[in-house]
């Protein structure tokens, strides 16, 4: 697997979270009606602890 970010977005996408705009960079700016906050979603995760830092910020559990 050359990186968890396809996953990840799958992930939380199936959780109700959605893509709000570009952030800077290559990263995006979701949103997580499970916290009711924004997050950043880098466009190039490679490290597990990364993706579920992620998860964690959007209200999940770990998946990686």
Known sequence: MA???????????????YFEKSGRGDHEIWYSPITNRRFTVDSNIKSRHTANAVLKQAGLRKGF
């Open 3 to 17: 990186g968890y970010t396809v996953e990840l977005k799958r992930l939380l996408t199936d959780a109700g979270c």
